[in-house]
């Protein structure tokens, strides 16, 4: 899953890229409004955590310009009090929002719920045979037991699971699970795949060639 953070804190920036990156997602992160609007319009991202005051344009415009072209989910930060915010953020499209300042936790949980709904998925854990993923926990389990699994293979087979029996194209995983500063032109892809494939069974991410990976 690749993530966009527009916020003009520095620090906070950077702290959640932090945390977000340990948690498996291919994070980018845009500085103002005008930088955010650029990527979140020229990269499909699986979720934009949107910052209301930015720097040359405002979140709230960012979102307006963004729901005329995508559906990509958007979390919105917005003031403690702001209740109109709020309110004015969902109706121009956001899809759920957080008041800074907020709890780590709080985010995550926010974070993997839009992105599951946007999937279609309402479940907390997707079994395939004897393999269960458990995307609150992003832990999975073979046989009912427990697979040691590092972040960024989990996020594979997230991002495949959650389009069962689709072949999704080499293309959309390098869009989906490497951020921008990550070399797509390394076998990172394929590397990480013969991992899953180790752990979980040689047949449970199937390849076609010219075709892409897919969760059978
Ligand atoms: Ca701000």
């Known amino acids: 899953m690749r993530l966009l953070i527009v916020e003009d804190e520095p620090d906070l920036a950077r702290s959640l890229a932090r945390a977000l990156r340990e948690d498996g997602y291919a994070v980018d992160v845009a500085e103002d409004g005008d930088e955010g609007r650029f990527k979140a319009l020229e990269n499909d991202y699986d979720a934009i955590i949107l910052d209301w005051m930015l720097p040359v344009i405002s979140g709230l415009e960012v979102l307006v310009d963004l729901r005329k072209k995508k559906r990509t989910p958007v979390l919105m930060l917005t003031a403690r009090r702001a209740v109109d915010q709020r309110v004015e953020g969902l109706n121009a499209g956001a899809d759920d929002y957080l008041a800074k300042p907020f709890d780590l936790k709080e985010l995550r949980a926010r974070l993997r719920a839009i992105i599951r709904r946007s999937a279609g998925e309402a479940r907390d854990q997707i079994e395939i045979g004897t393999v269960v993923i458990d ?14 699994i590092t972040a960024r293979e989990y996020a594979l087979v997230e991002y495949l699971a959650l389009r069962r029996g689709k072949m999704i194209s080499r293309t959309e995983l390098y869009e989906h699970l490497f951020d921008e500063n990550e070399d797509s032109l390394s076998n990172l892809l394929d590397v990480r795949v013969s991992l899953v494939r180790k752990k979980l069974g040689a047949d449970f991410i199937v390849t076609r060639r010219g075709q892409g990976y897919c969760i059978p």
């Open 135 to 148: 995307t609150w926990g992003k832990k999975i389990t073979l046989a009912g037991q427990t697979v040691s």
